[in-house]
């Protein structure tokens, strides 16, 4: 993922300048940098499990969104073309992509918030675990010589 946000940023073939895609990018990086700190520093510190859960979960209901988009407009654009429709207007092309993303979030976020907390719940304590009590000590005590 980290790679093709990346990636993401040079590509301006579509309009020849930024685009809202550039934007939706930029919250894809946003939500996976967050989700990941969460994780690796295991903050917060008493629902840092939950706290990456929804980061991810939004993260992946942007990608879902993503190819719908991409799926509806490589569809529905050439047909249009063929049958004269479009004409060299880009309005449609966009309402495609929000169409198709939003759809994707109006159905996605309530199913996260509904489902996400059983799952979560299931979690298994070891994972749960905090960062200090993961971390090997750097140092062993020598047993006492008497």
Not at 69 to 96: C, H, I, K, N, Y
Request: glycine content about 8%; charged content about 15%; proline content about 5%.
């Amino acid at each position: 993922m980290l790679g093709v946000v990346v990636t993401s940023f040079s590509l301006y073939n579509l309009t020849g300048r930024l685009s809202p895609f550039h934007g939706a990018a930029l919250i894809s990086a946003i939500t996976i940098a967050v989700g990941m700190w969460t994780v690796l520093r295991r903050r917060p510190r008493v629902n840092w499990i939950e706290a990456h859960a929804t980061w991810m979960a939004w993260s992946y209901l942007g990608l879902c969104g993503a190819a719908v988009a991409e799926s509806l407009t490589r569809v529905a654009m050439p047909v249009l073309q063929r049958q004269g429709v479009l004409d060299g207007r880009w309005g449609l092309f966009w309402t495609l992509v929000a169409v198709g993303s939003a759809s994707v979030f109006i159905v996605g976020g309530p199913m996260i918030r509904r489902k996400l907390p059983a799952s979560v719940a299931k979690t298994p304590a070891a994972m749960r675990a905090e960062r200090e009590a993961l971390e090997p000590t750097t140092h062993r005590e020598e047993p006492e010589l008497a």
